[in-house]
């Protein structure tokens, strides 16, 4: 019988038993493998193979600026194995996956190869970053919107405090119109990736805007040594088509890939997404020694079932698949090209990197349905058009600092402009009727970093540097008279179409503005006894940026005064910064269990919120959080490997919220109190959707080639909706699935199942007013009903939760293997018996 059958069966009763605290694979040890390869003949369902493995021995990482690492074959030094959880399971076990930077400044920092990545079973692209301890991954709309991230307890809206960076290029898109930070990963292809580096906190010089909560760098791969295709279909109507190969050519190699996915999903309105994806790379040398040049190219179109109330739901006249506004979705494009150039030596090492993209964006969404426009609804459309352009270039020396202890100094450069349309429009099924916002900006920015990496001693080593940011920018309103919001609303009982009057802001908010800040860094790490246990001691100065809009605008976009002119807003600066501080610990102690302990303090000038019935964000007052993170990994076998990360945290805002005082003090009057509007609507020190606790277990069975399992386990706790924690939302919990089998001709079929056990909870949730016509607060404010009303109820809408559903369970069937244009090759096709030869021997 097949050895790893006879292992799989063993464990059988253990995979469902084990959930809460299973566990991805992943390698983190300190040091670069390298080796041989010499022949050895096993037995493996009841036939002989002869195949090469490495023998594997440890040489010392070469010193290096993270994340510039050697793409070397990386092995589990302590077996000399070669693990599931190192190898593509898209190609088998070929592709040599770059090893971890040696010397991480921080307990929470990790390192996944793109082996790692790709082990997970992951239900949309961006789910793949959840391979990131603590980092939780959502969707509340279509299959082409940015997704929703939590990490540390910040509801990072679309990524407004989490930096996402591919290939040296930044996804998160400064002064966006749907939110900002807007980070889209749909376009990303995890099984191109060679590595994920994830930085929690804002402790690397390197780290800039949007790195409050943290990091995560991705990188894509400079060949492969085969290519590979490989077909998924599944319920719901999904397909995809996937393949990559590499060529030589020029003195270097071209690599490219490219996906066609769709997917319909269990709407009654089906999602319809389309999406095309190609990437070509050109690349010469190494990463830390050599140069490449990269385009992307992507296009996805999709129909959205965007959050609808609960209230309608639990009657179950409403269908918890249904959409109230059936004319939602969106498209995207993006375009790129970038170029990177790297050299090491042993006294120095440089990096070049340079890029340009070009995207757009139209998002049409209804959150409220009828509360701004009772009779035509309240779909709004969201436009971004953008060209960026940038470059970062760093330098390194490595010298003895005061005659014998080892040191580098760093010092870079960093720069970004974003040339953006960017708006906001009033529409009815996608046609675009009033005009709220209408901009044109220019923002750029440069950053001088430089830090300086010292060893002390062989038991302390010190990381000090600082980074200067200076942004710059202008905005023209460009909103015409014809085409800005009317007061009152169109639909609106007071609408007078013989006096019609426009709020026509757009002109006057336009304007330049500037701003700057120093954040100093510094990290300890201390190995008091051996080489197996650290200590870390992190502090640094984050910051994201604000919409540059906020920062000239002087005049409500939709509202009057009290006298009939312009509400005037309050002025927001440009630069929101943050403290950060943690103290943790990684040990090896216990053979083949890598454990890491963190506890961490995050201080917020000021948090971005997000305002449900306006489908934007505002900025808020400062908050606090702190909290602790704990990471297992064990792998006690060469086929079995467990994972178990939980982080918690206790998030509060600072001070008292006086404006959403005096509100509440208008629900509390005699004709609103009974409509129970007051009810989440008191002040409080809430952060609306932080999570406070974010835990993650997985289990992995298999080796390279034969049988391979893997079970994930995600827990999201429920959250405070409102600052007064009045609605919470459900708690989310979800396993899922992937079995399979890989021939060693890189061959491979597998199942994937999401949601296994049918989860009935909300992918997302919101608490925050809307209008639906059934309810009887909206046919008091159209006066159908004779009961008192006050305008501030009306105007809030039915509170209540709303929510996205997870999608129920469905299943994927993946088939791939080599792909090979040469005529001569003589790739094997699979055998497709010998997955099924167990069952003869063990008969």
């Not at 391979?131 to 939780?136: Q, S, T, Y």
């Not at 898109?173 to 900002?180: A, K, P």
């Not at 940038?390 to 010298?399: Q, S, T």
């Not at 002025?571 to 890491?596: C, F, M, W, Y």
């Amino acid at each position: 019988m097949s050895s790893n059958w006879n292992r799989t069966v063993s464990v059988a009763a253990l995979m469902a038993s084990v959930f809460a605290s299973e566990a991805s694979a992943q390698t983190t040890l300190p040091t670069i493998n390298v080796g041989h390869t010499h022949l050895v003949t096993h037995s493996h369902g009841g036939k002989k193979h002869t195949h090469e493995v490495y023998h594997v021995h440890a040489v010392p990482a070469p010193r290096s600026a993270s994340p510039i690492v050697t793409p070397v074959v990386v092995a589990e030094a302590n077996d000399g194995f070669d693990s599931s959880a190192q190898q593509n399971t898209a190609l088998g076990p070929k592709i040599d996956y770059p090893a971890p930077p040696k010397d991480m400044p921080s307990s929470s920092q990790r390192f996944f190869t793109g082996g790692q990545v790709n082990t997970i079973p992951a239900f949309r692209p961006g789910e793949a970053l959840e391979i990131v301890p603590g980092l939780a991954v959502t969707q509340h709309s279509g299959e082409g919107k940015a997704n929703q991230y939590y990490l540390r307890g910040f509801d990072l809206d679309h990524g407004t405090d989490l930096a996402l960076y591919l290939d040296g290029m930044p996804l998160n898109m400064r002064t966006h119109g749907h939110g900002q930070g807007y980070a889209d990963a749909n376009f990303v292809i995890p099984e191109m990736l060679a590595y994920i580096d994830a930085r929690k906190g804002p402790y690397n010089v390197e780290d800039g805007d949007f790195s409050n909560a943290g990091t995560i760098r991705m990188q894509y791969l400079r060949k492969v040594p085969q290519g590979v295709f490989s077909t998924t279909g599944g319920i719901f109507n999904y397909g995809r088509v996937f393949g990559m190969k590499s060529w030589e050519f020029a003195g270097g190699d071209i690599f490219g890939g490219g996906e066609i996915t769709t997917y319909d999903g269990p709407w009654l309105v089906p999602n319809n997404a389309r999406k095309i994806n190609a990437v070509l790379r050109w690349s010469q040398g190494e990463e830390n020694n050599g140069m490449s040049i990269t385009g992307m190219a992507f296009a996805n179109r999709w129909n959205s079932t965007d959050q609808i109330p609960t209230r309608i739901m639990d009657t179950g006249f409403f269908s918890r698949w249904g959409s109230l506004s059936p004319t939602d979705g969106g498209n995207f494009t993006r375009f790129s090209l970038s170029g990177r150039w790297a050299q090491e030596t042993a006294d120095y090492w440089s990096k070049v990197e340079a890029f340009a993209m070009h995207s757009t964006l139209n998002l049409y969404n209804n959150f409220t349905y009828f509360l701004s426009h009772p009779v035509i609804g309240d779909q709004f459309r969201q436009f971004d058009r953008r060209t960026m352009i940038g470059g970062n270039a760093y330098h390194a020396i490595k010298f003895n600092l005061l005659g014998d202890k080892e040191s580098e100094w760093r010092f870079g450069f960093q720069s970004r402009y974003d040339d953006i349309r960017v708006g906001l429009q009033d529409t009815v099924q996608r046609t675009p009727y009033a005009t709220t916002r209408n901009d044109h900006v220019s923002e750029g920015s440069i950053a001088l970093l430089t830090d300086v990496k010292t060893k002390w001693s062989p038991w302390l080593r010190t990381v000090v540097g600082a980074r200067w940011d200076y942004y710059w920018g202008s905005n023209q309103g460009l909103q015409a008279y014809w085409d800005s919001p009317l007061s009152p609303g169109l639909d609106s009982p007071g609408f007078d179409p013989t006096n019609p009057v426009r709020i026509w802001t757009g002109p006057l908010n336009s304007g330049t503005y500037n701003a700057q800040l120093i954040s100093p860094k510094a990290s300890v790490i201390i190995n008091p006894w051996d080489d197996k246990t650290d200590f870390y001691l992190n502090f640094g100065r984050g910051f994201h940026s604000n919409d540059f809009r906020a920062t000239t605008q002087r005049f409500a976009a939709t509202e009057l005064d009290d006298n009939g002119g312009y509400a005037s807003v309050p002025h927001n600066g440009l630069l929101s910064p943050s403290t950060g501080a943690e103290v943790g610990v990684k040990t090896r102690v216990i053979d083949k269990l890598e454990s890491a302990a963190t506890l961490f303090f995050i201080q917020t000038a000021q948090e971005n919120i997000f305002e449900g019935d306006s489908g934007n964000t505002v900025i808020a007052r400062g908050a606090n959080r702190i909290g602790v993170e704990l990471s297992n990994h064990y792998r006690p076998l060469s086929w079995l490997a467990f994972e178990g990360d939980v982080t918690a945290t206790h998030a509060r805002f600072r001070g008292f919220n006086w404006e959403q005082a005096n509100f509440y003090n208008e629900l509390l009057q005699p004709d609103a109190f009974p409509w129970f509007s007051w009810q989440g609507n008191a002040p409080g020190n809430y952060l609306v959707n932080a999570t406070p606790i974010v835990a993650t277990g997985v289990i992995e069975l298999g080796e390279a080639t034969g049988y391979f399992a893997n079970f994930k386990y995600r827990y999201i706790a429920p959250r405070a909706l409102t600052e007064d924690g009045f609605y919470k939302s459900p708690a989310i919990g979800t396993v899922n699935a992937r079995v399979g089998y890989r021939w060693k001709e890189g061959w491979k079929l597998q199942l994937d199942v999401f949601n296994m056990f049918n989860s009935r909870s909300q992918q997302i949730a919101y608490g925050y007013g809307s209008f639906l016509a059934t309810d009887p607060l909206f046919q008091a404010c159209a006066g159908a009903i004779p009961v008192p009303t006050t305008a501030a109820v009306c105007g809030l809408g039915q509170m209540g939760v709303v929510g996205h559903p997870i999608e129920r369970t469905s299943w994927r069937v993946t088939f791939g293997g080599p792909l090979d244009f040469d005529p001569r090759s003589t790739t094997k096709a699979p055998d497709l018996t010998e997955p099924f030869q167990f069952l003869k021997a063990w008969n």
